[in-house]
């Protein structure tokens, strides 16, 4: 018997990055008391109407581009009309018929070392509704409209992914793109990153079988998690005669199980018209210039860059662009320093560390990318040693100032000077000649005893190589 | 006092001959006395008009007035005003006060405006006669049998019985023009996007314009003025070159081509609405005006594509009227769907419903080409006729409606023939144009109003036109026998 082919799409929907609601002045920071984010035009007063944050614009159009997709150029509002307390006006402002990012758009992934291009549909502008609450208020449903209006853009993709870890693959590109674009913070706890699944299995050769639709899933490990259970759910449905219905389905990750949430043959006529309080996006030609001018470097030409000019392995390069943040802070890093392998090394080494330990982000590190250049210029010059360096990073982290103040403060400076050195090597060795002529009875192993006994006597601070040296050429001597 | 231009208003206002305090009070005593009848405001607000009128004598005390300052207003109970019940002659809003003002009412406002009250209208401007009101009917002052049109109807009988010297009125298809006609008074549909719509009660927005309802065309000129401008709040509202409206009235008319469309003049036009149209054209081509025919084919079309398009989207804008922020309520919902459906049902009258129920069916899935689509192409071919009869004219002329008013209950029974009502304005509506109704007459003893519609942004035109028929002519200031 042949087996079953998966057959995935995702819808995911982008919260962009502006100060302000797509069609309100309201805030839409996350966290605020439910409600006072909510404005005259939020809360679906009479009268109100919608002003375009023309700040999505810019924004869905670097998306467009950095997907090679053709950008609408005249693209146009329409309303969503259902009934729901958290929807205030009674509809949702959304894209239907002439979305902003057209078709073309694709994205590469990579699973077990295959490559894949997966289709992009389309990408449209949208508001996201508000909150119902059901657990606050005994017997009643709270509203909260702090949401309502936020922008999104929803990202659809073709149904070209074949298994749960090609499309959690996909989701973790769109994820790593949507952040160097900065158009998103990605922020998937806070909602600012959703993705929804759309699954279904058939025979190859055969068409498409019913889908059901995963929604509001928070983690990439879930995602994947949540498509296996449906897809073995589907098999044992149809391999037992059965058929699967066109629904939305809610996983639950303590129980690793999807549950229906409504049937879809139920759902709303949506009624779509478009907006009249709106006018149709037009976008020129020098618009769209612009965006492609101001596009940043993208993630894959960043990483082959790291190997390329810089020297770095594939999985250094790698992680130094998980995060638009994180090969921001290092590339301002080797820009300062000149050293990517160092620069590198810092960042992969103790910065991860102590942000990992903090529980921070790396744009939320207290020490910048200035000042971990300040602190590697010291070593690189000499000034101190690797192992203070060390010291220094910790107490950067702590808050007690540049690499110069901290090494002014601690005294850390590096004694350098030769003559300083060889009257201290002097003194360690006419105070202990036993172990001088052990040594130069053959026993080499006491070098290091006189280091250490060179680098206490310089309360640590003589630099060790040269310790080394002049140790070596006193001993030969005497 | 009460029939006074709001020129000799204001220049007595101006020189303190008369202070904004007496001149309200004046209005606000003629509305106790003639309103419990006439029924033509929702809410008056004496002490809220007396506040703005002695405010407006301290800045015309200190001669910083402009020249509307003082002269008091009455709004249509579309515009929402702040802390003023705001219902829109809806049961759903009885108990809405709304927490912000209109621009148009912001804009009155700030040249000191006394606000007498908020005027009635047909539910959500639903209707043509104000028969649709949650507030009862409002009488014509002219025949109290009568409906006085809609859904300004309340803004027009006031003006017209002298129960406030201007008010503002809104005009979907026909809404400001029409009751105008039909009181004997001037009402000017400025070109869609001219005035904000922000804080004005949606009904159908590709559709909705503010305007004022006057006694003169110079008055209407000076309101419009006031009115008009951009509003960054109303995405469709446009920046004006110039909002001089009064600028070319003193103009003769000689130099203009009025066309006149055959069609406005076909089957179905009461015999003696035509002629008082015609012996109305006559005076304008006395004074020297060019008339032409021109032809619009597609009128009929008209009426068929906007009880498409104007439903569907009130069927979206009504959405927000659910019982669960504001307005109405339901007792005791059961659940969801019963908060929805009863709130709903109880809260919305049947002219309402209808249209909910007609917009929401052109909008469902495998309905939406036959309608929807199609009404848009109708009202693009609507909108195409008017530019090529513009071609060969400066303006049209022609008649509001196709009768005088109609009496009370004589169509409520039957929706199709009210919506008739409308055929000359609304394919003005259609196409976005700015038009005018200034009273030209008498037929079968109700007022007789001429329709004067010009091109995109052309309200000076119009105005001008309007002011110079008015030179030669007094309909504009007969006033009926009880509100001399």
């Known amino acids: 018997m042949q087996d079953w082919e998966v057959v995935i799409g995702l819808e995911i929907h982008a919260q962009l990055t502006t100060q302000t609601k797509i069609f309100s002045g309201s805030s839409i920071a996350y966290g605020a008391e439910p409600n006072t984010q909510a404005n005259l035009l939020d809360l679906g007063m009479p009268g109100q109407l919608p002003v375009l944050n023309k700040a999505v614009i810019p924004k869905a159009i670097r998306f467009g581009l950095a997907i090679g997709a053709n950008i609408g150029r005249r693209s146009v509002f329409d309303r969503k009309n259902y009934f729901y307390p958290d929807l205030p006006k009674g509809y949702q402002t ?48 709270g ?14 993709s073709e149904p070209d992914m074949r298994s749960a870890q090609e499309a959690v693959a996909y989701a973790r590109k769109m994820h790593e793109l949507v952040q160097f674009l900065d158009i998103c913070d990605g922020n998937m706890q806070e909602g600012s990153f959703r993705v929804d699944s759309n699954v279904s299995i058939h025979k190859p050769g055969t068409p498409f079988g019913t889908r059901a639709e995963l929604k509001n899933i928070n983690s990439f490990r879930f995602i994947e998690q949540a498509i296996e259970f449906e897809v073995a759910r589907q098999i044992e449905i149809l391999e037992s005669g059965g058929e699967v219905v066109q629904e939305t389905r809610l996983y639950d990750p303590e129980r690793n199980e999807t549950r229906s949430m409504r049937e879809k043959e139920e759902a709303n006529d949506y009624r779509y018209f478009p907006c009249p309080d709106l006018l149709p996006v037009v976008i020129e030609q020098a618009d769209i210039e612009r965006e492609a001018e101001a596009m940043p470097e993208l993630p894959d030409a960043k990483r082959a860059r790291y190997q390329q000019n810089w020297g770095l392995s594939e999985d250094d390069a790698q992680v130094l662009t998980a995060s638009r943040a994180m090969s921001d802070y290092f590339e301002t890093l080797v820009d300062l320093t000149g050293e990517a392998k160092k620069a590198a090394n810092w960042l992969m080494g103790d910065l991860s560390k102590a942000l990992n330990q903090a529980g921070l982000r790396i744009d939320q590190s207290p020490v910048t990318a200035k000042m971990l250049a300040g602190l590697m210029a010291r070593v690189d010059d000499g000034t101190i040693s690797g192992k203070m360096a060390k010291q220094v990073f910790s107490a950067m982290w702590d808050g007690e100032g540049h690499a110069d103040e901290v090494i002014e403060a601690k005294g850390l400076k590096q004694i350098t000077d030769e003559g300083a050195i060889t009257e201290m090597v002097d003194q360690v060795l006419a105070d202990h000649p036993d172990q001088v002529a052990a040594y130069q009875g053959g026993q080499e192993k006491m070098l290091g005893f006189f280091v250490g006994q060179v680098m206490k006597a310089s309360k640590g601070q003589a630099n060790p190589a040269q310790v080394n040296a002049v140790l070596k050429a006193r001993l030969a001597q005497s | 006092m009460h029939n006074l231009s ?13 202070t904004s305090v007496e001149l309200t009070q004046h209005f606000l005593d003629r509305i106790a006395r003639f309103d419990g009848e006439l029924n033509s405001y929702v809410t008056v607000t004496p002490e809220l008009a007396l506040d703005m009128a002695k405010e407006a004598d301290e800045r015309l005390d200190r001669g910083e007035g402009h020249r509307l300052t003082g002269i008091p207003v009455a709004h249509k109970d579309i515009f929402c005003t702040r802390d003023v019940k705001t219902s829109c002659g809806s049961k759903m809003l009885d108990q809405f006060l709304s927490p912000y003002d209109a621009t148009v009412v912001e804009k009155l406002n700030a040249l000191g405006m006394p606000i007498l009250g908020k005027t009635n209208m047909d539910e959500f401007a639903m209707g043509s006669s104000t028969e649709s009101s949650y507030y009862g009917q409002t009488l014509n002052p002219w025949d109290k049998k009568a409906v006085p049109g809609g859904s300004s109807g309340g803004s027009a009988a006031a003006v017209a019985a002298g129960l406030a010297p201007v008010a503002t009125g809104s005009d979907t298809g026909g809404s400001i023009r029409q009751p105008a006609a039909f009181c004997g008074i001037s009402g000017i549909k400025p070109t869609y996007g001219a005035v904000s719509r922000y804080g004005m009660i949606a009904y159908a927005s590709s559709f909705d314009q503010g305007g004022p309802m006057t006694r003169s065309a110079e008055d209407a000129a000076w309101m419009l003025e006031a009115m008009a401008g951009l509003d960054e709040r109303d995405s469709t509202s446009v920046s004006l070159a110039r909002t001089d409206y009064a600028r ?11 066309g006149v469309p055959e069609e406005y003049f076909s089957e179905g036009l009461d015999n003696e609405v035509a002629e008082t149209v015609q012996a109305a054209i ?4 006395d004074q020297g005006a060019e008339v032409v025919p021109v032809h619009l084919p597609n009128k009929d079309l008209a009426v068929s594509s906007y009880y498409v398009l104007a439903p569907a989207e009130a069927s979206s804008n ?8 504001y307005g109405h309520r339901c007792e005791a919902p059961k659940d969801l769907n019963d908060l929805y459906t009863r709130s709903r049902s109880e809260g919305f009258g049947e002219e309402v419903k209808r249209r909910i129920m007609v917009g929401t069916y052109v909008l469902s899935e495998g309905y939406y080409d036959a309608y929807y689509r199609k009404a848009q192409k109708l009202r693009r071919l609507v909108r195409d006729d008017f530019v090529k009869a513009f071609e060969q004219c400066d303006l049209i002329v022609g008649p509001v409606a196709p009768s005088v008013a109609f009496d009370i209950g004589e169509k409520t029974d039957d929706p199709v023939s009210m919506y008739l009502a409308d055929l000359y304005t609304i394919p003005v509506n259609l196409a976005g144009l700015p038009a005018m109704s200034v009273p030209a007459g008498f037929a079968q003893g109700r007022p007789v109003g001429l329709h004067i519609i010009g091109p995109y942004f052309e309200e000076h035109k119009i105005l001008q036109l309007a002011h110079q028929y008015q030179q030669v002519t007094d309909w504009h200031h007969s006033v009926a026998t009880d509100y001399r």
């Open chain 1, 94 to 141: 959304s894209q239907f018929s002439y979305p902003i990012v057209e078709d073309g758009g694709s994205l590469e992934i990579e699973v077990e070392g295959e490559t894949r291009r997966i289709g992009i549909t389309r990408a449209h502008l949208e508001e996201d509704a508000g909150k119902s609450i059901h657990d606050a208020f005994p017997g009643m449903t």
């Open chain 1, 143 to 156: 509203v909260d409209l702090n949401r309502a209006g936020t922008p999104l853009l929803e990202i659809v």
């Open chain 2, 6 to 18: 709001l020129k000799t208003l204001s220049e007595r206002l101006q020189r303190r001959e008369l």
């Open chain 2, 248 to 258: 070319d009235l003193a103009q003769p008319v000689k130099e203009l081509k009025i």
């Open chain 2, 282 to 285: 006559q005076v304008l081509a």
């Open chain 2, 318 to 325: 009504l959405s927000r009227f659910d019982g669960v922020r």
